[in-house]
């Protein structure tokens, strides 16, 4: 758009709005002025033109809105239901079992035990020896008491020293080995499998109904008044050269 154009359309839109600076007395018989350049002229030099102004007016259009409306519907929904369940199992146990064994040992004793021993020692033996004396005895005699020595044998026991033999008892400690039979008891690592039953809860769907409100958007369109610019015909008086210079789709 250039700019002779872009003031005449100003120069327009200010005459209907009536906001011009200078009177248009011409549209209604009280002067000779152009209407779009405001150039003062004859009225026999002016025209009648239909040009496009801008006006805003009133129009009522469908505003599309949300809105939220609460209905009743059918749910459905799942739980799970406890239901009681008997499951078997095999449980292997360990424990140590008594086991008993018997075994040949060979045990060694100690006896004590008397042990006769003949022993050679020497032995005093008693024996019976004569033996002579001279012992002196008072014999009287016609010229008085007179001593006189006599011989005297007498028996007499004498020990003497005998080689003899001689039993004694001596006392020794003997070992002995005995074999006997022992028996005993071990510990042996066992299994025992033992079937067992437990009692558990398995957790089984169960589809169920019921109603609940639920929020439903709906989509409607409402009437709303609303201010919108459009482009109107107005016929004008211009002059000449105003119609030359905007004869291009501004005048019919």
Sequence with gaps: M???TFAFSLAVTMIFLGTSSQPLFAAHGHGSHCQSCGTACGSHRLVKKTVMVPMIITEQRLKTRIVKNTELREETYTVFKKV???????KEKCYLADDVKTQMITEKECHRIQRPV???????????EFRTTVVQKEVCTECGPVCVEEECTHKVNVEHEEMQ?????VTDVVFTNTKKE??????VPKTQKKVCEVETYELVPVEKTRMVEVCVPQVIKQPVEVQVKKMVRKTILCCEKCRKHHARGLFD
């Design 182 to 187: 022992i028996t005993y008891c071990v510990k």
């Design 84 to 90: 009681p369940v008997t499951k078997t199992y095999t």
């Design 165 to 169: 033999a001689k039993t004694n008892c």
């Design 2 to 4: 250039s700019r002779a």
């Design 118 to 128: 003949i022993e050679i020692c020497p032995v005093k033996v008693p024996h019976e």
